[in-house]
């Protein structure tokens, strides 16, 4: 696939205490697109994406940037760590500096910009994350959901070509997870590959353009959620099926057939407007 | 925290660090040029004055903040006080006050008080990010710098551990009696322990992957009219230090 930004082939990876966390893995990321690894935790998430950025070396198997194998000398690592931005789990074990403009400009720093090209970064990364206005403050006083974004815009300052985030909804309430989409709406927009680890079937059903799911280290299926998260097998794995899909089949038992209709609603928003315009439809407003 | 809370609270919060610390280590100047024990005193009323009226602490804060120091200071002078004599008249050991010194006493607990109260300007007005860029531009070692960066902001994220920590262990009767109360503590801190080590390999993973390669660097923070706060800190600096050095 020429359009493949990043490439995993065949990846196996074995932690030093002789755990196999990944197991053969191949896989393409599509440049642009939105990409949601889901899986049970212990599937080997965490652990494929620290490949994505080279801070863990393929046991047996290989990355490759844009068709070429991952160059792990010093000079590499750089150039990809400036290309592929990774936002970890937990915020309290990312950030540095007790303040917030601090922290985020530590990523440019290292990327040996000036200190005005620096500086007109960090501003931009805290308005794209919406933390402008808490910028002043410590670190420690910030909510979770703010150490969050702080986290992300300290990414978004190296402006990557692509953002790996872990987890990013774990831990949010309702509010903050619908802003955090709106943050991974814009990037999308903007053209950023992005690649999210989740175990929310229901976003990933909604927001992703493929979805790849993990289990045991191995990969069991890649390609567009709308297939891939209504298969049995996954859905087994998983434990559960996204909530939309769920209703979508169940009203088809009562002869409520949305997908005869053309609908194919992935959010709870899609699936709300399908219904009324099926009622319409139908006679019954 | 009251400290914390103050620097990052003060009316002088966005003044420029360099300004806040030349006014400081003016304060330390004129305390030791103090001629006498009133200068001193004098220069301590400046300093806190500043501190309380200028950058708007509140006066019982501001007392509870110095409270340890004052304690500590006053037991030292208690100490310089009285002199332990051995072998006199009595043939015993006998404290009695050194009168003598009385003076020269007064000059140096008048002078320690001046010196408190310019790091206490200092410490309530300026977060600790902002004195470590200001001993960044005192050329300070990279690496001892790093190191408070760190400290300062692990010790938050620990302290929160710490609480957790603790809080779950009473909810489970961890801390109900004495013997129960050293378990707990012990479990405690083996926990800390492999939690620091967990803590320190997730920040050097994070430190990789954006793109760190050993000193950790930072934009300074910049402050607006820096030169102008500067040259106001500096001329009120130097009538400090001219007050101290003119007066008796
Ligand atoms: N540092 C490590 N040392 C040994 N085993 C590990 C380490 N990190 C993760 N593992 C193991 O590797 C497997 C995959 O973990 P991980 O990639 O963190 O999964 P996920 O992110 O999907 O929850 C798990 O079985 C986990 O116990
Ligand atoms: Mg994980």
Redesign the pocket.
């Known amino acids: 696939m020429s359009d493949s930004i990043l490439k995993l082939e065949d990846v196996c990876y074995r932690?030093?205490?002789g755990?196999r966390?990944l197991d053969g893995c191949s896989l393409a990321i599509r440049r642009g697109a939105r990409t949601a690894v889901l899986?049970?935790?212990?599937?080997?998430?965490?652990?494929?994406?620290?490949h994505l950025n080279g801070i863990l070396r393929p046991t047996a198997g290989q990355v490759l940037c844009e068709g070429t194998p991952l160059d792990y000398s010093r000079h590499g690592m750089r150039r990809l760590r400036s290309r592929v931005g990774m936002v970890f789990q937990n915020p309290d074990s990312q950030l540095f500096s007790a303040s917030v403009r601090e922290d985020i400009s530590f990523g440019p720093m290292n990327l040996g910009l000036e200190e005005a090209a620096v500086r007109q970064r960090v501003e931009e990364a805290l308005c794209a994350v919406g933390m402008a206005d808490s910028a002043d403050k410590p670190v420690h006083n910030l909510s979770y959901g703010q150490k969050k974004r702080v986290c992300i815009a300290g990414v978004l300052a190296m402006q990557p070509e692509i953002v790996v985030l872990?987890?990013p909804m774990a831990g949010l309430d309702a509010a903050m997870q619908d802003e955090l989409t709106t943050i991974l709406e814009k990037l999308h927009s903007g053209g950023m590959t992005i690649v999210v680890?989740t175990h929310d079937l229901d976003f990933a059903y909604g927001w992703a353009d493929e979805s790849v799911v993990?289990d045991a280290?191995r990969l069991l299926a890649h390609g567009p959620p709308a297939e891939i998260l209504r298969q049995k097998e996954v859905q087994s794995t998983l434990g559960a099926a996204p909530l939309v899909e769920e209703i979508t089949r169940s009203l088809s038992l009562i002869g409520i057939d949305l997908r005869a209709k053309g609908y194919l609603p992935r959010s709870k928003k899609e699936l709300l407007k399908a219904i009324s315009d099926y009622a319409i439809q139908e006679g019954k407003p | 925290m009251l400290t914390e809370q103050s620097a990052y609270t003060n009316r002088w919060r966005k003044v420029s660090p360099v300004a806040k610390g030349f006014f400081s280590l003016c304060g330390t100047i004129a305390a030791f040029a103090a001629g006498s024990p009133r200068t001193a005193l004098l220069i301590a009323l400046i300093l806190a004055a500043a501190t309380i009226r200028g950058a708007g602490i509140p006066p019982l804060r501001y007392l509870r903040v110095a409270a340890p120091a004052l304690l500590f200071l006053a037991a030292s002078c208690l100490s310089l006080v009285f002199s332990l004599d051995f072998g006199g008249t009595t043939g015993g050991a006998a404290l009695y006050p050194a009168v003598a010194e009385f003076p020269r006493i007064a000059q140096v607990c008048c002078r320690s008080l001046a010196c408190l109260t310019a790091l206490l300007f200092l410490s309530l007005t300026t977060p600790l990010p902002d004195i470590i860029t200001l001993l960044r531009h005192c050329k300070l070692p990279d690496t001892l710098l790093d190191l408070m960066v760190l400290c300062y902001r692990t010790l938050f994220v620990l302290s929160e551990a710490v609480h957790e920590t603790i809080t779950a262990q009473s909810a489970r009767l961890g801390y109900a009696s004495f013997r129960l109360s050293l378990r707990s503590l012990g479990s405690l801190l083996a926990n800390l322990t492999v939690q620091v080590w967990q803590r320190s390999q997730a920040l050097h993973l994070a430190a990789l992957a954006r793109n760190n390669d050993g000193a950790l660097r930072f934009l300074e923070s910049s402050h607006a009219n820096a030169s102008k706060s500067i040259s106001i800190a500096a001329g009120a600096g130097a009538v400090m230090i001219a007050l101290a050095v003119a007066l008796p």
């Open positions: 932690y030093a205490d755990t966390a899986g049970a935790n212990g599937a080997g998430k965490t652990t494929m994406f620290l872990d987890e680890a993990m280290g």
